[in-house]
């Protein structure tokens, strides 16, 4: 006979409460995933608040404070001038809401090349070689074959794209030629039906908890007519009802009464009908509803204080480190999902700003956390009490050569904007070095006094 092997696993079991058996009410829970339509997801942006601010609110703050250029020379003005020209921020802020709502979205570099599926030559574009930023939904482009190769550039990504353009035309897009943006990316193309390539939208999972926030606010909202109820007990009033006269004057009745209280604020009974009024409470119904809202403030990831407008609740709460926090993952977003998206862009928008391709020329995310007057203030005397405790105050030998010391605060002030127009005063007046004389000069200005001194 062969070896029986009996296979055992632990759980916890209690057979009088069926916890852990086929009866349990927790085993038969489990995740479904029932894909949003384009349909629902568009009524919901076009006729809801919530999904509409869950869309645009992140998208919006990600470019807000835009990006500051950093280069030597005079080039940043001209890449901002045709950032402008092309509407750089404008094209990332609408492709951003669409790759959050859809599910993805790109940015078509036009240059005026005249085959698409060709890979873009991103060296070739001289100035004003950028003709046209173009966004283009999920619903537009369609994702052709999966790149399985490891050492492509594109490994994991559609080989190409086919945008349909009009209603038969469809043109072949290669993927070197699109910024592409998504929204919820997905965890593995190979176990996703659909659209591969593409991110499911935002709203797909949040959608239950905006449901159950909305209809929470719709039932407390019928409970408003509830509010008030009049009850009159009227004698035999079921074993009346058979006759339908006694049922039209009975309405006609109430009528002429609730009219007559309306107008004068007297109700006329009869002397054998009784009167009562009931009220309903609101006490707690604006905390269960503030619950549901929150759990929708959780799911979008975005502070209340942003996403409802509404002051911070609690004993000393300011909601300042809730909005940190989310400044926070929106500048992770900015450097880990919207810097290598646009790469591509960028390059291209570069040279088409100044022909060629600078090698000192970058940018950096502006700050999305703004300080306060008293903030500035008070970074502003730190960096200075720091400055002249390195450079040797009350006696002491500097730690710092002071020119470099000099050098490194100007930077920092410029940087920060401690000083507005600090750089230009300082090419104007030059720096403290420049204007202290030389160790030669000293001596001859020594030698002059003393020879004014002679007899």
Partial sequence: MGNIITLARDSLTNLISRMGTGRDKASSNYYAFTPL??????????????????????AFDAVRAWRDWQAE???????????????????????????????GAAIHIGTGDADLAAPIEIERIGKGGVKYFTVLSRRQLTAGEIDRDPASEFYGQPKFYTLTAGTTAQVQIHPSRLAIFQGNAQ??????????????SVLQSVMDAIKQADGTAANIA????????DIIKVPNFMASLANEDYKAKILERYTLANTAKGI?????????????????????????????????????????????????????????????NYY?????????????????????????????RP????????????????????????????????????????????????????????EDGSLPGLEAAIDEFGTLAEQEPSEDEVVAATLQIGQREKP
């Fill in 264 to 324: 004068n604020g007297t109700l006329l009974l009869d002397k054998e009908e009784e009167y009562e009024q009931k009220s309903a409470s609101f006490a707690t119904l604006p905390d269960v509803l503030d619950r549901f809202l929150q759990i929708v403030s959780g799911a979008a990831d975005i502070p209340a204080t942003r996403l409802l407008g509404q002051a911070p609740a609690g004993m000393n709460a300011t909601g300042e480190s809730d909005l940190r």
């Fill in 187 to 200: 965890p593995d193309i190979d176990l996703v039906d659909g659209q591969l390539s593409w991110g499911d």
């Fill in 37 to 58: 339509s384009d349909a629902e997801l568009l009524n919901a942006y076009r006729t809801a608040w919530l999904p509409r601010k869950i869309v645009d609110i992140p």
């Fill in 359 to 414: 090698a000192d020329v970058y940018y950096e995310w502006a700050p999305l956390w703004g300080m306060s007057e008293k903030e500035k203030a008070d970074v502003f005397k730190t960096k200075s009490d720091a400055a002249r405790a390195l450079a040797g105050g009350n006696g002491q030998s500097p730690l710092i050569p002071i020119d470099a010391l000099s050098e490194a605060l100007v930077n920092a002030f410029v």
């Fill in 73 to 103: 020379g005079n080039v940043i003005e001209p890449i901002e001038a045709e950032e402008n020209r092309l509407n750089v921020r404008g094209k990332v802020f609408e492709a951003k809401v669409r790759a959050r709502l859809w599910g």
């Fill in 328 to 356: 926070d993952r929106l500048s992770a977003m900015q450097q880990v999902e919207m810097t290598p998206a646009m790469h591509r862009l960028d390059e291209a928008l570069i040279r088409s700003a100044l022909g060629s």
């Fill in 222 to 229: 019928s409970l408003v007519f509830e509010a008030k109820i």
